[in-house]
């Protein structure tokens, strides 16, 4: 299961959501634009994904993690990440 999908399936249970199409109308998008999340075949805009995050009360920095984690393939950006390293201003 797909962290997105994981993030849809938690706000509609949080907020006792019967479908997909009942989480679109609460964030005021397109139904079809969620069945496409849901069948993996586009991401969202970080602005929905923090929309998912608040209606499912995650930690934003660990949904950041887990999406660039899944959907980035580059190992470099990866190993930075999970390090966590911030150099000195």
């Known amino acids: 299961m797909s962290v997105i999908t994981e993030l849809m399936d938690k706000a509609k249970a949080r907020h006792n959501l019967p479908s997909d199409y009942a989480l679109s109308k609460k964030l005021n998008l397109k139904h079809a634009t969620l069945s496409r999340w849901?069948?993996?075949?586009?991401?969202?805009?970080?602005?929905?994904?923090?929309?998912?995050?608040?209606?499912?009360?995650?930690?934003?920095?660990?949904?950041?993690?887990r999406v660039l984690e899944e959907k980035e393939e580059n190992a470099r950006l990866i190993k930075t990440l999970v390090a966590g390293a911030r150099p000195s201003p």
């Open 38 to 65: 849901r069948l993996n075949k586009s991401i969202p805009s970080w602005e929905a994904v923090f929309l998912l995050v608040d209606l499912a009360d995650e930690d934003d920095q660990n949904v950041v993690y």
